[in-house]
C-alpha cells in the first residue's frame, strides 16, 4: 500500500537529549513537511521540504532540525533547546502545491 | 464554526442527520482550501478541497461551499453516520505566498449520537 509511515508512535525524552522522528514515504512526492499538534488546537508547520537536498523553516522551527536526503524520507529531530517537546508531530506529503497533503498517523512524544 | 483557543467547538447531530461545519478562514489571498477529518490518536484525513475559482464541490455524501466575500467555508454531511465522529479541520493554502504552506484552523469536534 502507498502511504507515509511515521515511527516510532510514542517516544519519550530525556532532559537534555536530542530524538529523531522518522517519516518515510513510498508515493513518489516531492514535497514532505512536519507539524506539530497540541491539544484542542490545529497543525503548526515546523519545518518543509519541496525537493530532495532542500528544506525550509516554518512558523516554529526554533529547537528542531531537518533533513532530505532521500526523496523518501524526512526525519524530524527534537533537539534539547526545544524546552516545550511534548506533543504530537505529524508527517505530511504531496506532490505539488495545488494538492493535497497526505499524513501519517503521527508520532506522539512525551518528557519523561 | 472554529474558534481560537483550547477548546474545540462541539457539533452534536443525531445519526441521520446532516452536519454542518463552518470555518471562517484568514487570507483574502487563500487559492486553495482542503477538509480533514482527524480521528483520535490518528492523522488527519483528507475529505475533500476546492479552489478559490469555485463555490461548490461535491464528494460522496460531503459538499463542501466557499463564500470568498466573506471568507467562509463549510462543509455539509449528509445523512451522518457514528463512523463521521471525529475532528474536522479546515486548511488554507496561499499559492503566490510560496511553496505548500497550508494554514490550519484549530478544528471541530463532530459527534453523532445515536
Known amino acids: 500500500d502507498g502511504g507515509i509511515t511515521q515511527s516510532p508512535k510514542y517516544l519519550f525524552r530525556k532532559e537534555g537529549q536530542n530524538v529523531t522522528l522518522s517519516c518515510e514515504q513510498n508515493?513518489?512526492?516531492?514535497?514532505m513537511y512536519w507539524y506539530r499538534q497540541d491539544p484542542g488546537q490545529g497543525l503548526r508547520l515546523i519545518y518543509y521540504?519541496?525537493?530532495?537536498?532542500?528544506?525550509q523553516k516554518g512558523d516554529i522551527a526554533e529547537g528542531y532540525s531537518v533533513s532530505r536526503e532521500k526523496k523518501e524520507s524526512f526525519p524530524l529531530t527534537v533537539t534539547s533547546a526545544q524546552k516545550n517537546p511534548t506533543a504530537f508531530y505529524l508527517c505530511?506529503?504531496?506532490?505539488?502545491?495545488?494538492?493535497?497533503?497526505?499524513f501519517g498517523d503521527g508520532t506522539r512524544l512525551s518528557i519523561l | 464554526g472554529e474558534s481560537v483557543g483550547l477548546h474545540l467547538p462541539t457539533l452534536s447531530v443525531q445519526e441521520g442527520d446532516n452536519s454542518i461545519i463552518n470555518c471562517a478562514y484568514s487570507?483574502?489571498?487563500?487559492?486553495?482550501f482542503i477538509w480533514y477529518k482527524q480521528e483520535s490518536g490518528k492523522g488527519p484525513q483528507f475529505i475533500i478541497d476546492?479552489?478559490?475559482?469555485?463555490d461548490k464541490r461535491q464528494g460522496q455524501r460531503v459538499t463542501v461551499l466557499l463564500n470568498k466575500t466573506v471568507k467562509h467555508l463549510s462543509l455539509q454531511i449528509a445523512a451522518t453516520q457514528p463512523g463521521d465522529s471525529a475532528v474536522y479541520f479546515c486548511?488554507?493554502?496561499?499559492?503566490?505566498?510560496?511553496?505548500?504552506?497550508?494554514?490550519f484552523g484549530t478544528g471541530t469536534q463532530l459527534k453523532v449520537e445515536l
Open positions: 505530511a506529503s504531496n506532490q505539488g502545491e495545488d494538492q493535497p497533503q497526505h
Open positions: 476546492i479552489r478559490s475559482n469555485m
Open positions: 508515493l513518489n512526492h516531492d514535497a
Open positions: 486548511a488554507e493554502n496561499n499559492f503566490r505566498g510560496g511553496g505548500n504552506k497550508l494554514t
Open positions: 487570507n483574502s489571498a487563500s487559492d486553495y
Open positions: 521540504s519541496q525537493i530532495v537536498n532542500d528544506f
